[in-house]
DNA sequence: TAGATTGTTAATCGATTAACAATC
DNA sequence: TAGATTGTTAATCGATTAACAATC
């Protein structure tokens, strides 16, 4: 029997992490419904994977099912959530107000786990002033100050290309512990930072790859 | 020496593909910056994986660098992009004229790759009839017929979780040949059209779960 | 030519799956 | 109890890397 998220936690790999997000969302859903156990397999059904998969990258954590019966849902959506750290809520700043940061500022999905954007910075004085939500959109300029002040746990970077790495500095100044950066280019980052980078063309360019080789 | 997509093409994977996505940025900049010549060391060392990692990629599609010169920045540029179908205009339909599709819809990494919306769809009579660009955003009621009249390539799911399904069976009646689904549900599909799922949700969930471990 | 770098093979590493004893 | 399903080990599969002959 395992711990969850200790010291003597085996490697455990991004494909697993990916797939225990898509775990969740499945016990999510079938928490909704009223669904009040689930196997393996099943699970592994819905999700797109074996049910071999499913157990062991589960057992990573420790032991949550039962022989013969399977998983609570409740349970085990609840167990994920502390294993993904959704039980916390995140705090965020985003820089780059355009549209792209628009949408993740009101993305209902980052709500529901618990990220907030607490803070929006852009350079555009068209924008500053402007408020979404209840949140003031703040010159670039006074963001080091403003996170000094009252930090955040992850930036996240909708800016151009040419701006990422400066904010992405400005970030790891402030004492980010994590950074979600969008612009499509690779950003310089001390280790003990962590960093996603996600390239929406990237998907549609694996579609036309393999659209174009029939 | 291996042809370029052709019948004889070993399985590559989209480890593989996606891996090409990024070189053709690192490329792109190159040239932009007048370099003539890149070895696969210093290809690797932009992208961040290792020099046999890039001559592995390209030697599936062909013999497109000089032994002790390295590869010409433009032509290999130019060769990825014909990998990866690039060379072609793609039309893409949107559903869902939220604040995601709007970013998707103005992005300008999908025009500089030849992927362009032909057209949007909602079901808010608030949005139907406003404009984006040169684009009137129609009602779904119109979806079938229209795409029937002038036909799209890949069809964009930025729809509610619940119309996603609804949204892509739409899209298959019309024959889309590739479906990009921003809707965090699996959703079913013939296995001869080509998806991919996009989930904005789970790079941060693998944030938290690393930055939670500590 | 000598030095540099490719293309490819073989070795290694790591992720997935099959199988099954444990057990509810 | 008998049937179902877990947790885990060992086997398999596939992706990455090291190494080097070929060659510009």
Redesign the pocket.
């Known amino acids: 029997?395992?711990r969850i998220i200790e010291g003597d936690m085996e490697?455990v790999?991004?494909?697993?992490v990916r797939?225990l997000s898509g775990y969740f969302r499945i016990l999510a859903d079938l928490e909704q419904n009223d669904v009040v156990t689930?196997?393996?397999?099943?699970?592994g059904e819905l999700g797109g994977?074996?049910?071999?998969?499913?157990?062991?990258?589960?057992?990573y954590f420790?032991?949550?099912?039962?022989?013969?019966?399977?998983?609570k849902v409740s349970d085990l959506k609840n167990t994920i959530m502390k294993i993904l750290g959704l039980k916390k809520e995140w705090k965020m700043a985003l820089f780059g107000a355009g549209s792209l940061g628009r949408a993740l500022f009101f993305h209902d999905g980052f709500k529901e786990d618990g990220f907030f954007f607490t803070r929006i910075f852009d350079t555009d004085p068209a924008k500053i002033g402007a408020s979404w939500g209840n949140i003031r959109i703040q010159p670039v300029s006074e963001a080091e100050e403003s996170l000094q002040n009252d930090p955040v746990n992850i930036g996240v970077v909708t800016t151009p290309k040419s701006a990422a790495q400066a904010t992405v500095d400005l970030m790891v100044r402030v004492g980010v512990k994590g950074v979600l950066n969008f612009a499509p280019v690779r950003v310089e980052i001390p280790s003990e930072i962590w960093l996603r980078n996600v390239n929406l063309a990237v998907a549609l360019e694996s579609l036309s790859f393999y659209m174009s080789s029939q």
């Not at 689930?38 to 699970?43: G, T």
């Not at 994977?49 to 057992?59: E, I, M, N, P, Y």
């Open positions: 029997m395992k490697k790999s991004e494909f697993t797939r689930v196997s393996s397999a099943r699970l994977v074996t049910s071999a998969q499913v157990r062991k990258d589960l057992s420790g032991n949550f099912g039962t022989r013969g019966l399977g998983y």
